[in-house]
């Protein structure tokens, strides 16, 4: 695959913008990406209860499969906000509609930030005004719906002739269900809509539903994408770069974690059913006990042991258990590995950023990957002060 930086202004036809509407106390908090014609969309959302007024309005409008602008807002989050809180929704649709010239049915929505707190309206529509013009005038998109995120998340590459640009947002309260945090995708390929919902939902499973920081799964989450049909392109060539733009975008979010210091990458393989390799590594990473051993680079392999068999995995021998820890084997046959040295693993996990935890299970041929990060005092510090 070959990287291309710029992010979505790489795909024809696309474009986008950041800006500072004063949502937010200070930084960019408005984001508009704008496709030129009418594309193929899909969306996989949040199976949280409590959903947010743009998340609804959103899969009111992709009903017909069809959108072109997506509008999106840091800060507040439009969340348990009621009447107002849809009307404000809505009302962005209509106003973006307007200045873009496109029909307001064709305008997705998505807001991050503060729950409980209403938006406000004017700040938007002041934000969106004459906002066609402005259209590519910087690359601020990916700042624009940041949080408490200390970077941007933005992956681009093109292979097979086709290009798949996105970003992310995401840092706290990231525990997926069907989707998470919010992502956008902008692609060129000519792809039915029935086809491209089929192919995001399962790349979100395999990369944004296996990422966890801290166990809680957000009332805003969302991912889509738009297509634009100006590249044929075989339905599993484009699967496979959706794949990879996902599951880098995942990783990024997990490295990113609220006071993380350290990106954990799970493999459960030798799993008897691909549910039981899904189980086990998502266990792991979403473990309090095994994220704050490896923040002090502790390596201790018995909470990894506990994780798995909390893991709900139906087809366990822990006499066939294995482990290797940053490529250190720890466990074999279930025990403590011959001659494991602690100081060792200590060491080693002292020296890395990034720690890789590939769990054996011998049990069969399927695997699966999760993503996760440690978790510090700095992460109870970020959530006690999140709202003073």
Not at 310 to 339: C, D, M, Q, R, Y
Request: net charge neutral; aromatic share 4%; proline share 2%.
């Amino acid at each position: 695959m070959q990287y291309l930086t710029g992010g979505f202004k790489n795909v024809s036809g696309v474009s986008s913008v950041g800006k500072k509407v004063g949502i937010k106390p200070a930084g960019y908090d408005l984001a508009i990406l704008f496709c030129n014609q009418p594309c193929q969309a899909a969306a996989v959302y949040t199976r949280n209860i409590i959903q947010g007024a743009p998340l609804k309005v959103t899969k009111s409008h992709l009903r017909n499969h069809i959108a072109q602008a997506i509008v999106v807002n840091s800060g507040i989050a439009n969340v348990a906000t009621g009447k107002q809180g849809m009307e404000c929704a809505e009302r962005t649709t209509e106003i973006a509609a307007k200045e873009l010239g496109i029909r307001a049915a064709d305008v997705l929505v998505a807001s991050t930030g503060l729950i409980g707190a209403q938006l406000p309206i004017e700040k938007l529509e002041a934000g969106l005004r004459g906002v066609r013009k402005e259209l590519g005038s910087n690359n601020a998109f990916s700042r624009a719906i940041l949080t408490t995120d200390t970077f941007t998340k933005e992956v681009c590459v093109q292979s097979h002739g086709c290009t798949v640009a996105a970003c992310a947002k995401g840092s706290g309260m990231i525990a997926p269900n069907m989707a998470t945090m919010l992502a956008f995708v902008a692609t060129d390929a000519a792809i039915s809509s029935e086809n491209l919902k089929r192919v995001l939902k399962d790349c979100v499973n395999d990369s944004f539903n296996m990422t966890n920081v801290d166990m809680d799964t957000s009332t805003s989450d969302m991912v889509t994408i738009m297509a634009t049909g100006k590249v044929k392109i075989q339905v599993s060539h484009f699967k496979e770069i959706l794949q990879y733009v996902c599951s880098e975008l995942a990783k990024m979010i997990a490295r990113d974690g609220e006071g993380a210091t350290k990106l954990i990458i799970c493999q459960a393989k030798g799993a008897a059913t691909r549910n039981d390799a899904r189980r086990v590594a998502k266990a792991i990473i979403a473990s309090n006990l095994v994220k704050t051993a490896i923040h002090g680079n502790d390596p201790n392999w018995g909470r990894l042991m506990m994780a798995i068999g909390n893991s709900g995995a139906f087809k366990l021998n822990e006499a066939g258990i294995k482990i290797w820890l940053n490529e250190i084997p720890i466990v074999i046959g279930g025990t403590a590995a011959p001659n494991l040295s602690m100081v060792t693993m200590q060491e080693t996990l002292a020296a890395n950023d990034t720690v890789s935890i590939v769990v054996d299970l011998s049990q069969g041929n399927y695997s699966a990957e999760a993503y996760g990060c440690d978790m510090s005092e700095e992460y109870v510090t970020i959530n006690a002060e999140y709202t003073s």
